[in-house]
C-alpha cells in the first residue's frame, strides 16, 4: 500500500447500482418493500444484504484516477 495514498473507508448498499450480482437467481436477500419489513430490525445497511451459497461474483463499478 502506498503511505502517501489518501485512504477511505465508503459503505454501499447492496442494492447500490454501481454493483452489478452475476448470476441474480444464485443470491438472497430480505424483500425491503414487504409489508412485514422492518429495517430497523436488520443489523446491516438499511436492513438489507445480499447472500449466496454458490460460486458466483458481484462486481462494483467505480471511478478511479491514477497519477
Known amino acids: 500500500m502506498d503511505p502517501t495514498a489518501v485512504n477511505w473507508n465508503v459503505t454501499i448498499d ?4 454501481n454493483l452489478d ?4 437467481g444464485a443470491w438472497t436477500t430480505p424483500d425491503p418493500s414487504a409489508t412485514n419489513f422492518v429495517r430497523s430490525d436488520k443489523p446491516w445497511l438499511r436492513g438489507t444484504y445480499h ?3 454458490r460460486n458466483t461474483a458481484v462486481t462494483l463499478k ?3 484516477l491514477f497519477p
Open 14 to 17: 447492496d442494492f447500490d447500482s
Open 21 to 24: 450480482y452475476e448470476d441474480q
Open 51 to 53: 447472500h449466496t451459497t
Open 62 to 64: 467505480f471511478t478511479g
